[in-house]
């Protein structure tokens, strides 16, 4: 398939507010409600022929920027006016290949966006959501899937200066040889404040869905976890140690440990580890651990190196992958993996991927993993089940159904129309259409419909227009 050149003549904004059925804590912040963007591109091939395309994503605050002197409206704000800069970027950009609008725009978006004081985590957001929908449009227009599509290259990504070291890449080669995944094990998170036992809890929310991790155990049959720490090895080590008394009655399970920057240096990430490894009660837990995923703050993660640590397990970034190369950098100071997030990119991730090949085929052992940043049912939980399905993942943290109840806070008519087009992903239940996990997997073989994952498309009509960035906020003028 050659990669068809084509403009994105419109873009339109919307979003719409959500509510959490329990608080969820990771690093400075506790959420118990949201609003989701959606994104619509609309493009014109080198025929005429048009189509729209579909992105959604959270606005999550306190993650693409910590800044405590930042509200949460702000936050959210530094992503509305991270779209609006990638969607005027996109609509003066004209004819291009789907990876040549990513790679030809990126240096530039990045920069308008410090200009504005927003870091490029929040840069990649605005883009990331551009470049989806304007691939699922493609896809659309070509009427084939995200993984046929992507296997033949239809987005022509090459060789480019965004990344120079991987000048020479076979990436069609590499895009060809991919055996997308049909399954994939839902890693569940635990969050800071989730309760373990029905002990933690002074009242339930009694919804008839699972509630402590012993539930969660029972009911969704996970075998992959994420624990999350705080930063205090005392009080991890005990929560880690209740954890571990719930997760111990398994016959084998695999975690993953994320330190969600609450640690102020590697060594005191290593005293955590130390410490757990020196707890008879976490033995099991000890072993099951895969990798120990961003432990140090951002401002110091690319200073400091990771050797220590990175001798009992891998480590790897995922806050402080702000910049295209970050991984690059990470690399050399003992990091062995990145995280993937459909809200940095798909093209991202599939840079990330090669940069893996290439160092792996040199002796290394340097991978992807598949995070989550409540991924809401729909358009956004499929479009990035999608894009690690196409990495071939084996599991991916999956926390958004578990937080948010379904397609709670969307018409019953949209609940509906997903489940339909895809029934193998969600199951039907009294309350509604909700996120099918059974023995901790997900199906994804409905994913390969035309488009970037999904046939549905949500109802723009029960959404609000976003309103325009208020940013840069006051006192924090332009750079």
């Known amino acids: 398939m050659s990669a068809p050149r084509f403009a994105v003549t419109a873009v339109e904004r919307r979003e719409w507010p959500f509510t959490l059925r329990l608080p969820f804590r990771f690093g400075v912040i506790t959420v118990t409600q949201g609003r989701q963007a959606v994104l619509r591109a609309r493009i014109r091939d080198e025929a005429g022929r048009e189509a729209w395309g579909v992105a959604a994503e959270s606005l999550a605050a306190k993650w693409f920027d910590k800044d405590p002197g930042l509200s949460d409206a702000e936050n959210e704000d530094q992503l509305r006016r991270s779209l609006e800069l990638a969607g005027e970027a996109a609509l003066a950009a004209g004819m291009n290949t789907a990876f040549g609008h990513f790679a030809d725009g990126y240096a530039a978006h990045v920069a308008a966006c410090g200009r504005e004081a927003l870091n490029p985590l929040v840069a990649s957001y605005g883009r990331a959501l551009v470049d989806r929908a304007a691939l699922d449009a493609l896809l659309k227009l070509r009427g084939v899937s995200f993984f046929a599509g992507m296997r033949a290259n239809i987005g022509g990504m090459a060789p480019h200066a965004v990344a120079p070291d991987l000048a020479g890449f076979g990436f069609a080669a590499m895009l060809d040889g991919l055996s997308p995944a049909r399954r994939i094990h839902a890693r569940h998170t635990v969050g800071l404040v989730d309760p373990i036992t029905a002990a933690d809890q002074a009242e339930r929310v009694g919804d008839g869905l699972p509630e402590t991790l012993e539930e969660v155990a029972r009911v969704y049959g996970h075998r992959y976890w994420k624990l999350k720490v705080a930063g205090d090895v005392a009080a991890d080590i005990d929560r880690l140690c209740r954890i571990a008394a719930v997760l111990d009655r398994q016959q084998g399970y695999h975690a993953s440990l994320d330190g969600n920057e609450q640690y102020a240096d590697a060594e005191g990430a290593a005293a955590l580890w130390a410490a757990m490894q020196a707890e008879p009660r976490l033995a099991q837990l000890c072993a099951s651990i895969l990798y120990i995923e961003q432990p140090v703050k951002r401002a110091r993660a690319l200073e400091t190196g990771m050797a220590a640590l990175a001798a009992a397990r891998p480590v790897i970034i995922d806050e402080s992958d702000g910049a295209l190369d970050a991984f690059v950098q990470a690399r050399a100071l003992g990091y062995a993996g990145v995280s993937s997030k459909s809200c940095k990119g798909v093209w991202r991730s599939l840079i990330n991927l090669a940069r893996c090949r290439a160092w792996n085929a040199a002796g290394g052992r340097y991978f992807l993993s598949g995070e989550d940043l409540t991924t809401l049912a729909g358009v956004c939980v499929q479009q990035d089940l999608a ?68 046939a549905a498309e949500p109802d723009f009509a029960a959404m609000v227009a976003m309103p325009p960035a208020r940013w840069p906020a006051a006192g924090r003028g332009a750079a």
């Open 387 to 454: 894009l690690v399905a196409l990495l071939g993942l084996s599991h991916v943290e999956r926390n958004g159904h578990h937080f948010i109840d379904g397609f709670a806070g969307r018409p019953k008519s949209e609940a509906v129309r997903f489940l339909e087009a895809h029934p193998d992903l969600y199951a039907d239940t009294p309350r509604g259409p909700r996120l099918r996990i059974a023995g901790g997997v997900l199906e994804l073989g409905s994913l390969a419909v035309p488009g970037l994952g999904a």
